[in-house]
């Protein structure tokens, strides 16, 4: 694995300058695919200028509706709707819970993702104390379900409950917003609006603009400017699938939350039974789902596609190798379902591949 663009937590100081190198290279002229990064703004270009087509961004955007933009190389080059309304990501935002954790890991505050939560102090049943951060950020923690951690998937909101209570309460030991905006964290990428966390459950809001931040750097591994905010070894170990194809789904069971952690919003199995081989960290990628078929999530989406996935629409689609955002809230996105060509969701991804795909010369 690369590891030349490594930092290690102790060249996190160099995020006392954030703000000196964004302003700098906002403000260098670019040449074609050239990577850049916002500053107190975005830049924006004309589809011409990176040589794509603006019918086939403007239908991405009549196909999705609501709110959404397109960032191309780093440029907005496609908006529609208010950019600057805050509104919550739901689901969409469970990432950022697992960027955090990435964080706290570069930060020496998690040793590191296979860390047992019992080390935080949690008094859990016996059959949960193997559980670790990375069975929380893959659904397969066994929290509030009868299975032992690893052994079943669930899509798990009381899990995700106790994945922030304890990112927030015991690994960083400050208020989400504390935690979050700090400058060696999300402070460097310079939201313009912020983000706004529910006193209730921690659940995130943003605007599309902002989000379309965090979904920038996720799709540069962790990088910002010239800055490697997360390391890029972990980050691209977590940027993968973590549940093996062919888990089983968790069993019809109540739910036991017995450390009353209460529910990130849904249940402790709801929402979807796909996630074995395609979920990790809370992305949803386009990789094999079956142990039977090589068939992929989204057929007709370039290899490395992933999604951050939110009830009513709110997503993110990040395709590294055309280096292409989209972030859309409200959005007409379908349902989840892995290998029909024909799932609305596969054929936005289709028309957003196209539309952010250079036009040959």
Request: hydrophobic share 40%.
């Amino acid at each position: 694995m690369d590891r030349t663009t490594t930092l290690s937590s102790r060249g996190l100081s160099g995020c006392l300058i954030a703000g000196l190198l964004l302003t700098l290279l906002a403000a260098r002229s670019s040449v074609a695919g050239e990577v850049v990064f916002p500053g107190e703004h975005w830049q924006e270009k004309s589809p011409a200028e990176l040589g794509l087509d603006p019918a086939k961004l403007d239908a991405v955007a009549t196909a999705l509706g609501g709110r959404g933009a397109i960032i191309k190389d780093g440029y907005v080059v496609k908006t529609w709707g208010s950019q600057s309304e805050i509104s919550d990501w739901f689901s969409s935002a469970k990432p950022v819970l697992s960027t955090l954790l990435m964080f706290a890991i570069q930060e020496g505050k998690v040793g590191s993702v296979d860390t047992p939560l019992v080390e935080f102090g949690w008094e859990l049943k016996e059959k949960d104390r193997p559980m670790t951060f990375r069975h929380l950020g893959a659904m397969t923690s066994g929290y509030a379900r009868p299975e032992s951690p690893g052994v079943a998937w669930s899509y798990n909101d009381y899990a995700i409950n106790l994945y922030q209570k304890t990112l927030f309460d015991r690994v960083f030991k400050e208020s989400p917003d504390t935690a979050a905006h700090a400058p060696q964290r999300f402070g460097a990428l310079q939201l313009e609006d912020g983000l706004k966390f529910r006193q209730k459950n921690r659940r995130i809001s943003a605007s599309v603009r902002d989000f379309a931040r965090l979904a920038w750097l996720w799709c540069n591994e962790g990088r910002w400017g010239e800055q490697q905010l997360i390391r890029r070894d972990l980050f691209l170990a977590c940027r993968q699938p973590q549940v093996p194809r062919g888990l089983p789904n968790t069993i019809k069971a109540a739910t036991d939350d017995y450390l009353m952690i209460g529910t990130y919003g849904g249940e402790s199995d709801h929402f979807s039974k796909a996630g074995p081989g395609i979920y990790g960290f809370n992305w949803w990628f386009n990789a094999s789902f079956s142990p039977d078929s090589e068939a992929i999530t989204w057929p007709d989406a370039p290899a490395d596609t992933y999604m951050s996935l939110g009830l009513r629409g709110n997503n993110t689609a990040i395709i590294p190798s055309l280096q292409l955002v989209v972030a859309s809230a409200s959005g007409d996105w379908g349902q989840t379902e892995p290998g029909n060509s024909d799932s609305v969701m596969n054929q936005r991804l289709k028309q957003i591949a196209a539309a952010g795909t250079a036009k040959a010369d």
